[in-house]
Protein backbone atom coordinates (compact mmCIF):
# COMPACT_ATOMS: atom_id res chain seq x y z
CA UNK A 1 0.00 0.00 0.00
CA UNK A 2 1.16 3.50 -0.89
CA UNK A 3 2.00 5.80 2.35
CA UNK A 4 -0.29 8.73 3.27
CA UNK A 5 1.90 11.80 2.88
CA UNK A 6 1.74 15.14 4.55
CA UNK A 7 3.78 17.18 1.85
CA UNK A 8 4.01 20.14 3.49
CA UNK A 9 4.71 20.88 7.45
CA UNK A 10 7.46 23.19 8.93
CA UNK A 11 9.54 22.96 11.62
CA UNK A 12 11.05 26.13 13.67
CA UNK A 13 12.46 27.61 16.81
CA UNK A 14 11.96 31.76 17.23
CA UNK A 15 14.54 31.40 19.98
CA UNK A 16 17.56 30.49 17.43
CA UNK A 17 16.84 32.12 14.52
CA UNK A 18 14.70 34.96 13.24
CA UNK A 19 11.40 34.81 10.70
CA UNK A 20 10.66 38.21 9.60
CA UNK A 21 7.24 37.21 8.21
CA UNK A 22 6.61 35.78 12.16
CA UNK A 23 6.10 39.37 13.11
CA UNK A 24 3.28 40.77 14.11
CA UNK A 25 0.38 39.94 17.18
CA UNK A 26 -2.00 37.95 14.83
CA UNK A 27 1.07 34.99 14.70
CA UNK A 28 1.54 35.01 18.29
CA UNK A 29 0.26 31.56 18.79
CA UNK A 30 2.92 29.99 16.63
CA UNK A 31 5.94 32.16 17.63
CA UNK A 32 7.41 29.49 19.30
CA UNK A 33 9.73 26.50 18.49
CA UNK A 34 8.08 23.38 17.10
CA UNK A 35 9.89 20.16 15.86
CA UNK A 36 9.51 16.22 15.31
CA UNK A 37 8.41 15.79 18.43
CA UNK A 38 5.59 18.03 18.20
CA UNK A 39 4.20 16.29 15.13
CA UNK A 40 5.01 12.78 15.00
CA UNK A 41 1.69 12.03 17.37
CA UNK A 42 -0.52 14.12 15.05
CA UNK A 43 0.83 12.06 12.28
CA UNK A 44 0.03 8.91 13.59
CA UNK A 45 -3.74 10.42 14.82
CA UNK A 46 -4.70 11.50 12.00
CA UNK A 47 -3.58 8.12 9.82
CA UNK A 48 -0.21 9.83 7.95
CA UNK A 49 2.77 7.93 7.22
CA UNK A 50 5.73 10.37 6.09
CA UNK A 51 5.93 14.28 5.64
CA UNK A 52 8.13 16.79 3.32
CA UNK A 53 9.59 19.19 5.39
CA UNK A 54 9.68 22.26 3.61
CA UNK A 55 11.90 25.70 4.43
CA UNK A 56 10.63 28.39 6.31
CA UNK A 57 13.28 31.32 5.95
CA UNK A 58 16.52 32.20 2.81
CA UNK A 59 19.11 29.99 5.40
CA UNK A 60 21.53 27.51 3.93
CA UNK A 61 22.02 26.89 7.64
CA UNK A 62 18.00 25.69 7.78
CA UNK A 63 18.61 23.72 5.03
CA UNK A 64 21.68 21.64 6.46
CA UNK A 65 19.89 21.56 9.86
CA UNK A 66 16.95 20.30 7.86
CA UNK A 67 18.37 17.68 6.51
CA UNK A 68 20.05 16.43 9.60
CA UNK A 69 16.78 16.44 11.27
CA UNK A 70 15.42 14.62 8.36
CA UNK A 71 18.26 12.01 8.62
CA UNK A 72 17.18 11.35 12.14
CA UNK A 73 13.43 11.10 10.89
CA UNK A 74 12.19 8.65 9.43
CA UNK A 75 8.86 9.71 8.84
CA UNK A 76 10.51 12.76 7.11
CA UNK A 77 10.48 11.35 3.11
CA UNK A 78 11.98 14.37 1.79
CA UNK A 79 13.31 18.33 2.67
CA UNK A 80 12.38 21.02 -0.12
CA UNK A 81 15.11 23.55 1.44
CA UNK A 82 16.37 26.65 -0.05
CA UNK A 83 19.35 27.76 -1.64
CA UNK A 84 20.57 30.96 -3.48
CA UNK A 85 19.58 30.69 -6.56
CA UNK A 86 21.43 33.71 -7.76
CA UNK A 87 24.72 32.45 -6.62
CA UNK A 88 26.97 31.47 -9.53
CA UNK A 89 27.81 28.28 -7.97
CA UNK A 90 24.38 26.95 -6.47
CA UNK A 91 25.13 23.87 -8.28
CA UNK A 92 28.45 22.99 -6.32
CA UNK A 93 26.32 23.98 -3.08
CA UNK A 94 23.65 21.62 -4.33
CA UNK A 95 26.57 18.84 -4.67
CA UNK A 96 27.58 19.83 -0.94
CA UNK A 97 24.52 19.37 0.20
CA UNK A 98 23.97 15.94 -1.01
CA UNK A 99 26.91 14.55 0.32
CA UNK A 100 25.68 15.65 3.81
CA UNK A 101 23.96 13.53 6.24
CA UNK A 102 20.37 13.46 4.98
CA UNK A 103 21.38 14.95 1.69
CA UNK A 104 19.86 11.56 0.25
CA UNK A 105 16.63 13.52 1.59
CA UNK A 106 16.86 16.94 -0.71
CA UNK A 107 14.11 16.50 -3.00
CA UNK A 108 13.10 20.36 -3.61
CA UNK A 109 14.00 23.59 -3.35
CA UNK A 110 12.10 26.69 -2.94
CA UNK A 111 12.12 30.68 -2.65
CA UNK A 112 9.60 32.58 -1.18
CA UNK A 113 8.92 34.72 -4.17
CA UNK A 114 6.06 36.61 -3.35
CA UNK A 115 7.89 38.04 -0.74
CA UNK A 116 10.47 40.00 -3.89
CA UNK A 117 9.88 43.96 -4.16
CA UNK A 118 10.19 42.79 -7.73
CA UNK A 119 6.89 40.69 -9.55
CA UNK A 120 9.42 39.64 -12.23
CA UNK A 121 12.04 37.90 -10.23
CA UNK A 122 11.71 34.47 -11.36
CA UNK A 123 12.17 35.99 -15.34
CA UNK A 124 15.88 37.41 -13.98
CA UNK A 125 18.83 35.89 -15.86
CA UNK A 126 20.37 34.57 -12.24
CA UNK A 127 17.50 33.04 -11.11
CA UNK A 128 16.65 31.31 -14.50
CA UNK A 129 20.66 30.10 -13.99
CA UNK A 130 19.95 28.75 -10.70
CA UNK A 131 17.06 26.97 -11.67
CA UNK A 132 19.05 24.99 -14.48
CA UNK A 133 21.57 23.90 -11.64
CA UNK A 134 17.93 22.61 -9.52
CA UNK A 135 16.83 20.67 -12.41
CA UNK A 136 20.30 19.31 -13.41
CA UNK A 137 20.79 17.98 -9.69
CA UNK A 138 16.63 16.20 -10.57
CA UNK A 139 15.38 18.40 -7.74
CA UNK A 140 12.14 20.10 -7.91
CA UNK A 141 11.16 23.49 -7.10
CA UNK A 142 8.25 24.69 -5.05
CA UNK A 143 6.46 28.30 -6.44
CA UNK A 144 5.83 29.97 -3.51
CA UNK A 145 3.56 32.74 -5.44
CA UNK A 146 0.46 34.60 -5.80
CA UNK A 147 -1.93 35.81 -7.91
CA UNK A 148 0.42 38.82 -8.93
CA UNK A 149 3.29 36.66 -9.72
CA UNK A 150 1.43 33.34 -11.40
CA UNK A 151 1.97 34.59 -15.13
CA UNK A 152 5.67 34.80 -14.25
CA UNK A 153 5.40 31.36 -13.16
CA UNK A 154 3.80 30.29 -15.86
CA UNK A 155 6.36 31.29 -18.11
CA UNK A 156 9.44 29.81 -15.94
CA UNK A 157 7.02 26.36 -15.81
CA UNK A 158 6.91 27.24 -19.90
CA UNK A 159 10.46 27.78 -20.23
CA UNK A 160 11.89 24.48 -18.15
CA UNK A 161 9.18 21.72 -19.97
CA UNK A 162 11.11 19.07 -18.38
CA UNK A 163 11.31 19.97 -14.68
CA UNK A 164 9.12 19.22 -11.91
CA UNK A 165 7.40 22.13 -10.37
CA UNK A 166 4.90 22.13 -7.44
CA UNK A 167 2.36 25.11 -6.51
CA UNK A 168 2.42 26.09 -3.44
CA UNK A 169 -1.12 26.57 -1.23
CA UNK A 170 -2.81 26.73 -4.62
CA UNK A 171 -1.00 30.25 -4.85
CA UNK A 172 -2.50 31.73 -1.94
CA UNK A 173 -6.24 32.77 -3.68
CA UNK A 174 -7.75 35.62 -1.51
CA UNK A 175 -10.25 33.41 0.05
CA UNK A 176 -11.25 35.63 3.21
CA UNK A 177 -12.59 38.75 0.48
CA UNK A 178 -14.26 36.04 -2.22
CA UNK A 179 -13.68 34.22 -5.38
CA UNK A 180 -10.94 35.69 -7.13
CA UNK A 181 -11.27 35.59 -10.88
CA UNK A 182 -8.07 36.53 -11.58
CA UNK A 183 -6.85 34.10 -9.51
CA UNK A 184 -9.02 30.91 -11.43
CA UNK A 185 -7.39 32.29 -14.68
CA UNK A 186 -4.19 32.34 -13.55
CA UNK A 187 -4.36 28.98 -12.49
CA UNK A 188 -5.87 27.75 -15.21
CA UNK A 189 -2.96 28.97 -17.07
CA UNK A 190 -0.55 27.46 -15.52
CA UNK A 191 -2.19 24.31 -14.62
CA UNK A 192 -2.36 23.94 -19.07
CA UNK A 193 1.62 23.36 -18.39
CA UNK A 194 1.92 19.26 -17.92
CA UNK A 195 4.91 20.12 -15.56
CA UNK A 196 3.37 21.02 -12.30
CA UNK A 197 2.00 19.64 -9.56
CA UNK A 198 -0.89 21.80 -6.86
CA UNK A 199 -0.59 21.46 -3.33
CA UNK A 200 -4.05 21.76 -1.79
CA UNK A 201 -2.18 23.38 1.48
CA UNK A 202 -2.47 26.82 3.57
CA UNK A 203 -6.47 27.53 2.34
CA UNK A 204 -7.77 27.66 5.61
CA UNK A 205 -5.11 30.48 6.81
CA UNK A 206 -6.25 32.36 3.85
CA UNK A 207 -9.97 32.39 4.54
CA UNK A 208 -11.13 34.06 8.31
CA UNK A 209 -9.19 32.56 10.60
CA UNK A 210 -12.27 32.34 12.73
CA UNK A 211 -14.99 31.73 10.30
CA UNK A 212 -14.05 28.82 7.95
CA UNK A 213 -15.54 25.75 7.15
CA UNK A 214 -14.60 22.89 4.03
CA UNK A 215 -17.35 24.48 2.34
CA UNK A 216 -15.77 27.78 1.94
CA UNK A 217 -12.88 26.15 0.60
CA UNK A 218 -14.36 23.73 -1.58
CA UNK A 219 -15.03 26.29 -4.47
CA UNK A 220 -11.08 26.46 -4.18
CA UNK A 221 -10.10 23.00 -4.45
CA UNK A 222 -13.05 22.29 -7.23
CA UNK A 223 -10.94 24.94 -9.14
CA UNK A 224 -7.87 23.36 -8.90
CA UNK A 225 -8.84 19.89 -9.44
CA UNK A 226 -10.79 20.87 -12.68
CA UNK A 227 -7.37 22.90 -13.67
CA UNK A 228 -4.87 20.58 -12.72
CA UNK A 229 -6.69 16.84 -12.83
CA UNK A 230 -6.87 14.16 -10.12
CA UNK A 231 -2.70 13.25 -11.03
CA UNK A 232 -1.23 16.00 -9.98
CA UNK A 233 -3.07 17.61 -6.75
CA UNK A 234 -0.91 17.20 -3.40
CA UNK A 235 -2.12 17.37 0.13
CA UNK A 236 -0.20 19.65 2.06
CA UNK A 237 -0.94 20.63 5.80
CA UNK A 238 1.36 23.77 6.24
CA UNK A 239 1.87 22.76 9.82
CA UNK A 240 2.34 24.38 12.35
CA UNK A 241 1.17 27.78 9.98
CA UNK A 242 -2.40 26.27 9.95
CA UNK A 243 -2.54 26.06 14.03
CA UNK A 244 -3.81 29.87 13.20
CA UNK A 245 -6.89 28.53 11.54
CA UNK A 246 -7.60 25.06 13.41
CA UNK A 247 -6.20 21.90 14.97
CA UNK A 248 -4.13 19.56 12.48
CA UNK A 249 -7.00 17.23 12.15
CA UNK A 250 -9.49 19.68 11.60
CA UNK A 251 -7.51 20.99 8.52
CA UNK A 252 -6.54 17.52 7.16
CA UNK A 253 -10.29 16.44 7.53
CA UNK A 254 -11.57 20.12 6.13
CA UNK A 255 -9.49 19.09 2.39
CA UNK A 256 -10.54 15.54 2.45
CA UNK A 257 -13.93 16.11 2.62
CA UNK A 258 -13.20 18.36 -0.42
CA UNK A 259 -11.49 16.31 -2.69
CA UNK A 260 -13.56 13.60 -1.60
CA UNK A 261 -16.66 15.28 -3.46
CA UNK A 262 -14.75 15.77 -6.70
CA UNK A 263 -14.09 12.11 -7.44
CA UNK A 264 -13.79 8.56 -5.51
CA UNK A 265 -9.92 8.33 -6.33
CA UNK A 266 -8.72 12.11 -6.10
CA UNK A 267 -8.11 11.72 -2.23
CA UNK A 268 -6.04 8.51 -2.70
CA UNK A 269 -3.94 9.96 -5.36
CA UNK A 270 -3.44 13.34 -3.32
CA UNK A 271 -2.58 11.92 0.00
CA UNK A 272 0.78 10.44 -1.02
CA UNK A 273 0.77 8.67 -4.61
CA UNK A 274 0.91 12.50 -6.60
CA UNK A 275 3.69 13.89 -3.78
CA UNK A 276 5.91 10.53 -4.58
CA UNK A 277 5.70 11.22 -8.37
CA UNK A 278 6.35 15.25 -8.01
CA UNK A 279 9.17 14.74 -5.94
CA UNK A 280 10.10 11.34 -6.99
CA UNK A 281 10.35 10.41 -3.32
CA UNK A 282 12.41 6.71 -2.33
CA UNK A 283 10.43 3.42 -1.85
Known sequence: MSRVIDAHQHFWDPDRAEYSWMA???LAPIRR????????PLLAENGLDASILVQTRSSLDETEEFLRVAH????????????????PSVGSTIDRLRR??????????????????NADWLLRSDVRHGLEAVFAHDLSYDLLVRTRE?????ATVRAFPRARFVLDHCAKPP???????????????LAACGNVWCKVSGLATEAVWADWDAARLLPYVTHVARSFGEDRLIFGSDWPVCLLAG????????????????????????FGPNAVTAYRLAP
Open 24 to 26: GDA
Open 33 to 40: AFGPADLA
Open 72 to 87: ATPFIAGVVGWVDLTD
Open 100 to 117: LPGGNKLVGIRHQVHDEP
Open 150 to 154: LPLAT
Open 175 to 189: IATGFDRKWADCITE
Open 247 to 270: SYGAIKKAIEHCLAQLGPTIPTKA
